[in-house]
Structure formats: C-alpha cells, structure tokens
C-alpha cells in the first residue's frame, strides 16, 4: 500500500482517471509499481530491488536520485523556481554557455524546451524559416516524439493515429500572427526514407555479420566498399526526386535509431552513411538535424561511449542538434543547439518559452554535465557497454533466437529472431515470456522495434560490471527457460 492506496485501488485509478493510453503501454503483464530509485535501482511498493537497465528509456543519465544532482536541485527549489524570459538570471546563461561548451563549432546557440517533442517542434519550424524550403526526411521506424508536427516525421506506425482526410492525410491550420503567415500542419506526409538496417533490411545482413570486426555490429566495417551503404544512399536519393521541387529544408536522423534500440531498436548505419546522407542534403538546400532526444533523448551525454554525442561517431557536424530525456537526469527538459546564422533566421519572429531554461531545470542540467564529467560516466558506457555487448553476442551465438546484438556504449539493442536463418521476428507473446521472467528474476529492460521484437538495454551510467554480470545471468536464464519450453 502506498499513502494508503492498494495496487488494486492504484489500477482501478488508472483505467478511469488516467490516459487511457498508458493502460496500452503498461509493459508488464503484471505491473511494476515503482516507489523509489537510488542510482542504478528501482524498488517498488514492496519493497522488492530491481535493477533498472531501461532507467527510464535513457532518461535517467546518471542514476536515480543522484545525490549531487538533487542536492542542486534542493538548493534552486529554496531560492528561485521560475522566472520568465524577461528577467536576466544567473542559471539560464551558466547552463546554456556550459552546454555549448560540448559543441563543436558553429553549433553555440543554446534554446531551452520541456521536453523532446518541443525541441523537435521548434527545430522543424527553424529549418522551414531558414531555408525556405518544406519537405523533411526521416528515417522509416523513426520516433521524434507525440505533437502534431513531430508526429509527421515520425514514421512507426505504431504512434500514429489512423484519421484522414480527403487529401489522404490530417491537416491542422493555425494562424500565425507572428510570421504572418497562415501555417499548414501536416501530420502524415513528411517524406521517410529506408533506415539503413543491416539487420532487418534487405542490404548488408550476413556479409556484415561474418567480418570478423562485427562480432558487436558497430558497423566499423573494414571492408572498404560498403555495398549496403550504396544502396541505402540511393534510396535516399530516390526520396529527394519526389520531394517538390527536389528542394528539402532538413533531414532529421537519429544518430542510433531508436525505433529499432530504441523506440526503433537501436539501429546502427553503415559506416559514412550519414555523412553522405549530410552532404547530398546539403547540395539540395537543406540543414541536417541530429535527433540526440532518442536517443540524447537517447544518444547524447556520453551514453555511446567512445563520443560524447551520437553524431560524433558519424564523424559529421549537424547544423542543429535536438536532446531531451538525460539532459535533466529525469527532470523535464529539451533543448536545441544550432548555429548564429540559423539562429539570426529564427529570430525576424518573435519566440519565448515560459517553462524552457527555467532556474531549477538549468542547475539541474548544469550539475548533470558536472556529474557526468565528475562519475567518468562515459567511460563507464564504454567499458561496461563493450563488455556487455561482447558478452551478449556469445548468447547470440548460444541460443537461435538471439539474431542480432547491436548498440555503442550504453545504448544496446538485442533483436530476437523466432531462427537466425529466417529472421522473421519473435512473436509477442514470446518477447513477453522473456521480458516478464527478467523482471521477475529482478532485473528492467525495454522493448522496441518496429515488431516489437527488440530488447532495449540502456540502463544509468553509473552501473557496474557486478551488474552487468548479474542482469546476463538473468537473460541466459530466462531465454533458456523460455528455448525449453517451447
Ligand atoms: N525524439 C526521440 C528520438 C525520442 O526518443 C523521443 C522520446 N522517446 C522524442 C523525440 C520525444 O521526446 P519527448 O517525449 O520528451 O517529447
């Protein structure tokens, strides 16, 4: 019981006051009910320890409750919680020079948001404006988040709500007194092209699982030529002709979809994918977003590893930058960083924010960096997400449902497979059995992937490798009891 509430009581509250979406999502088929976290564990109203290697889909960078964060947070809720834009105030120019700080040139502007969604939002709009241009590409299986317009440049169906028009798509109009124009929000038709899977896709597969450097998918194939690469580009291209007319205003990539590992599954691309990908976009008028809010929202404050932000392991500079989840280690919060020039294009408008780069979201992100530097949390994500994938790919090999182990760092995707020759997905009710005898056994993870057929590791970093020892004991366990009963 909590506050006197039963889990019953607690259920019962759920299907008639809550969105009743939430009832979808609820993972388990026997809830958890959370109560408290402390770095790397959960424990519920029980009192029963989990150790979380969801934390939150990534949201929870450096631990639950991390002491130094909420010890900031503590001291910002005694002296300011909000002012607005018109004030000048310390933490908002602390936190947004900090942050640019881990940019590389020209990316220095720093806007704050609440969440991923309205990050996503205003780099959108920002695009249109500086380029004059509409169309914007994403990736099939890609997630950018829940409003309207991110909506649209979301491509898993899963997220999408199936009303039209007659045009074959949901228009929303809303007037625009600022930029004096009458916009058109589009929810279906922004324009996705293929997700360079080497997995799932019909390019790459086995050739790039039987280099010897692949053992972990790190797509830091040797072999020179990368045919899949190829072949995915000219999907791209084929996406530019039927943009109008061949002019595109942005090209937003997940720099690890997170549809696949993460929403999407933890997709990783061909080696230079994204830097082709950049130039072509660029040659047609467009700016390239990195959508780090997967991912940062998912990708982003070191979670990958050897870089501190996913794009850096693309070896490209986006022209803006989106993040949400781990910016505020849980606390709601978005931002977009982009360039001066971009930025001078926003600013012929008028553009505020009421909650974005509040004081008590600005020390709490800025204590995030210090952390972050201060726990080696990075190097944390390397050591103990190589470890975990190298040990990860042996049950790979192990267990014939296990068809691919993928990921950078502390973002890692093990896609399951009902046989390796087939690759048609696990079923549901399979990923089910599994997930529900992992938690069972004490230990959280996630789901993802376009079939749902992808376990999500992306636990705070701030685990151990004790940890990681114990939650692939729990996994060999659990895909062995579920191989013996089948
Ligand atoms: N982009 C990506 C890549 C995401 O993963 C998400 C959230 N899962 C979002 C955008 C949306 O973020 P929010 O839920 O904070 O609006």
Same mark, same amino acid.
Request: charged share 20%.
């Given at each position: 019981?909590?506050?006197?509430? #039963?889990?019953?009581?607690?259920?019962?509250?759920?299907?008639?006051?809550?969105?009743?979406?939430?009832?979808?999502?609820?993972?388990?088929?026997?809830?958890?009910?959370?109560?408290?976290?402390?770095?790397?564990?959960?424990?519920?109203?029980?009192?029963?320890?989990?150790?979380? !290697?969801?934390?939150?889909?990534?949201?929870?960078?450096?631990?639950?409750?991390?002491?130094?964060?909420?010890?900031?947070?503590?001291?910002?809720?005694?002296?300011?919680? &909000?002012?607005?834009?018109?004030?000048?105030?310390?933490?908002? &120019?602390?936190?947004?020079?900090?942050?640019?700080?881990?940019?590389?040139?020209?990316?220095?502007?720093?806007?704050?948001?609440? #969440?991923?969604?309205?990050?996503?939002?205003?780099?959108?709009?920002?695009?249109?404006?500086?380029?004059?241009?509409?169309?914007?590409?994403?990736?099939? *299986?890609?997630?950018?988040?829940?409003?309207?317009?991110?909506?649209?440049?979301? %491509?898993?169906?899963?997220?999408?709500?199936?009303?039209?028009?007659?045009?074959?798509?949901?228009?929303?109009?809303?007037?625009?007194?600022?930029?004096?124009?009458?916009?058109?929000?589009?929810?279906?038709?922004?324009?996705?092209?293929?997700?360079?899977?080497? $997995?799932?896709?019909?390019?790459?597969?086995?050739?790039?699982?039987?280099?010897?450097?692949?053992?972990?998918?790190?797509?830091?194939?040797?072999?020179?030529?990368?045919?899949?690469?190829?072949?995915?580009?000219?999907?791209?291209?084929?996406? $530019?002709?039927?943009?109008?007319?061949?002019?595109?205003?942005?090209?937003?990539?997940?720099?690890?979809?997170?549809?696949?590992?993460?929403?999407?599954?933890?997709?990783?691309?061909?080696?230079?994918?994204?830097?082709?990908?950049?130039?072509?976009?660029?040659?047609?008028?467009?700016?390239?977003?990195?959508?780090?809010?997967?991912?940062?929202?998912?990708?982003?404050? *070191?979670?990958?590893?050897? &870089?501190?932000?996913?794009?850096?392991?693309?070896?490209?500079?986006?022209?803006?930058?989106?993040?949400?989840?781990?910016?505020?280690?849980?606390?709601?919060?978005?931002?977009?960083?982009?360039?001066?020039?971009?930025?001078?294009?926003?600013?012929? *408008?008028? &553009?505020?924010?009421?909650?974005?780069?509040?004081?008590?979201?600005?020390?709490?992100? %800025?204590?995030?960096?210090?952390?972050?530097?201060?726990?080696?949390?990075?190097?944390?994500?390397?050591?103990?997400?190589?470890?975990?994938?190298?040990?990860?790919?042996?049950?790979?090999?192990?267990?014939?449902?296990?068809?691919?182990?993928?990921?950078?760092?502390?973002?890692?995707?093990?896609?399951?497979?009902?046989?390796?020759?087939?690759?048609? =997905?696990?079923? =549901?009710?399979?990923?089910?059995?599994?997930?529900?005898?992992?938690?069972?056994?004490?230990? !959280?993870?996630?789901?993802? *992937?376009?079939?749902?057929?992808? $376990?999500?590791?992306?636990?705070?970093?701030?685990?151990?490798?004790?940890?990681?020892?114990?939650? !692939?004991?729990?996994?060999?366990? #659990?895909?062995?009891?579920?191989?013996?009963?089948?």
């Amino acid at each position: 019981e909590y506050k006197g509430m #039963s889990k019953e009581r607690m259920m019962e509250i759920r299907r008639q006051n809550c969105n009743p979406m939430i009832m979808k999502v609820t993972y388990y088929k026997k809830p958890v009910f959370i109560h408290q976290g402390y770095m790397q564990w959960l424990w519920d109203v029980d009192g029963r320890r989990y150790l979380d !290697l969801f934390a939150g889909v990534a949201t929870v960078s450096v631990g639950h409750c991390h002491p130094r964060v909420t010890a900031a947070a503590e001291e910002q809720l005694k002296r300011l919680w &909000h002012t607005t834009n018109i004030y000048v105030y310390p933490p908002l &120019h602390e936190y947004c020079k900090k942050l640019a700080s881990y940019f590389p040139d020209p990316l220095k502007v720093v806007y704050l948001t609440n #969440s991923g969604s309205e990050a996503n939002d205003l780099a959108m709009l920002m695009a249109r404006l500086h380029t004059g241009n509409f169309d914007i590409i994403t990736f099939r *299986g890609s997630y950018h988040g829940g409003s309207p317009q991110t909506m649209g440049l979301t %491509s898993n169906a899963a997220y999408k709500y199936p009303i039209a028009n007659g045009l074959g798509c949901t228009t929303l109009l809303s007037l625009s007194p600022v930029f004096g124009l009458i916009q058109l929000t589009l929810f279906l038709p922004d324009k996705q092209t293929m997700c360079p899977d080497v $997995f799932r896709g019909p390019w790459g597969g086995s050739h790039c699982r039987d280099s010897p450097v692949q053992t972990i998918r790190d797509c830091s194939c040797a072999q020179g030529q990368c045919m899949a690469n190829e072949q995915y580009i000219g999907q791209l291209k084929e996406t $530019f002709a039927t943009s109008v007319p061949s002019r595109i205003a942005a090209f937003f990539g997940e720099p690890i979809q997170v549809p696949y590992s993460g929403v999407g599954g933890a997709v990783q691309y061909p080696k230079n994918y994204l830097k082709e990908a950049y130039k072509l976009v660029r040659e047609r008028g467009g700016v390239c977003i990195a959508d780090e809010a997967s991912r940062p929202v998912q990708t982003g404050f *070191g979670r990958t590893g050897s &870089h501190f932000w996913g794009f850096q392991g693309h070896d490209v500079i986006p022209d803006m930058v989106t993040m949400a989840k781990g910016i505020g280690n849980g606390f709601p919060m978005g931002a977009v960083v982009t360039t001066p020039e971009i930025a001078a294009s926003f600013a012929k *408008g008028v &553009h505020f924010n009421t909650f974005g780069g509040n004081p008590v979201a600005c020390v709490i992100a %800025s204590s995030v960096l210090d952390t972050i530097k201060e726990d080696g949390a990075q190097q944390i994500s390397l050591d103990v997400g190589t470890y975990l994938m190298t040990e990860l790919a042996k049950l790979r090999d192990k267990y014939e449902i296990i068809g691919d182990v993928r990921g950078k760092g502390l973002q890692i995707g093990v896609e399951m497979v009902k046989d390796k020759a087939s690759r048609v =997905p696990l079923p =549901p009710e399979a990923m089910s059995e599994i997930f529900e005898d992992v938690k069972d056994m004490g230990v !959280l993870i996630g789901k993802g *992937g376009v079939y749902g057929q992808t $376990f999500r590791i992306k636990p705070p970093m701030c685990i151990t490798m004790e940890d990681a020892d114990f939650f !692939l004991a729990v996994f060999d366990k #659990s895909v062995c009891n579920y191989m013996e009963k089948r």
